[in-house]
């Protein structure tokens, strides 16, 4: 059982939005430490897709967004695409500065 | 094109021990906090441990804590992640990645392929 919760799976049709949620504590997220989030293609590594809650690295479409607030994280997508269906872990850190994954959410595009 | 590629893993019997290797190219890698994560078969991401850029500070998760050793050699380009006591759940793919922004908090912005180690008798 991760200490972040993640749903197992969510789902929407193309050009849909949806959201993921990552579920912390005062421990953790709460705490004030950043989430940054992931995604995982089948049979690749992960790639960094979000980070500092909010911020995009360079070359992700605008399409993905995160937010913070209080002991939770969001990760959005907006005008899903086939090519986003993988899997999506969110990652904080405790106050033993021990790193912390979600359990992680696929996402399947109908 | 910056890069992280590991190499060391295998087949070990329960009990035995394994190093694995991560060699990175192309970016200053003395600057950077390094980390290995994780991932058994099936299952989600799991953080194993994290080193500073001059190896005076490492972090790991309980399960490995006594048996595994991060450590770094910054001329070589290198982090390595010294496995003893294997068990079986400790069979996994494990990936070498980089922390952004030599900070320690940070996310991990640089991945390697991966390396499989499989413990069994």
């Known amino acids: 059982q991760s200490v972040l919760t993640q749903p197992p799976s969510v789902s929407g049709a193309p050009g849909q939005r949806v959201t993921i949620s990552c579920t912390g504590s005062s421990s953790n997220i709460g705490a004030g430490y950043d989430v940054h989030w992931y995604q995982q293609l089948p049979g690749t590594a992960p790639k960094l897709l979000i980070y500092?809650?909010?911020n995009r690295p360079s070359g992700v479409p605008d399409r993905f967004s995160g937010s913070k607030s209080g002991t939770s994280a969001s990760l959005a997508i907006t005008g899903l695409q086939a090519e986003d269906e993988a899997d999506y872990y969110c990652?904080?850190?405790?106050?033993?500065?021990?790193?912390?994954f979600g359990g992680g959410t696929k996402l399947t595009v109908l | 094109e910056v890069q992280l590629v590991e190499s060391g893993g295998g087949l070990v019997q329960p009990g035995g021990s394994l190093r694995l290797s991560c060699a990175a190219s192309r970016f200053t890698f003395s600057s950077y906090w390094m980390s290995w994560v994780r991932q058994a078969p099936g299952k989600g991401l799991e953080w194993v441990a994290n080193?500073?850029?001059?190896?005076?500070?490492?972090y790991y998760v309980d399960s490995v804590k006594g048996r595994f050793t991060i450590s770094r050699d910054n001329a070589k380009n290198s982090l390595y992640l010294q496995m003893n006591s294997l068990r079986a759940e400790d069979t996994a793919v494990y990936y070498c990645?980089?922390?952004?922004?030599?900070?320690?908090?940070?996310?991990?912005?640089?991945w390697g392929q991966g390396t499989k180690v499989t413990v069994s008798s």
């Open positions: 990645g980089r922390i952004r922004d030599g900070y320690n908090l940070d996310a991990f912005d640089i």
């Open positions: 990652q904080s850190y405790d106050s033993s500065l021990s790193g912390l």
């Open positions: 080193i500073k850029q001059d190896g005076s500070e490492k």
């Open positions: 500092g809650n909010s």
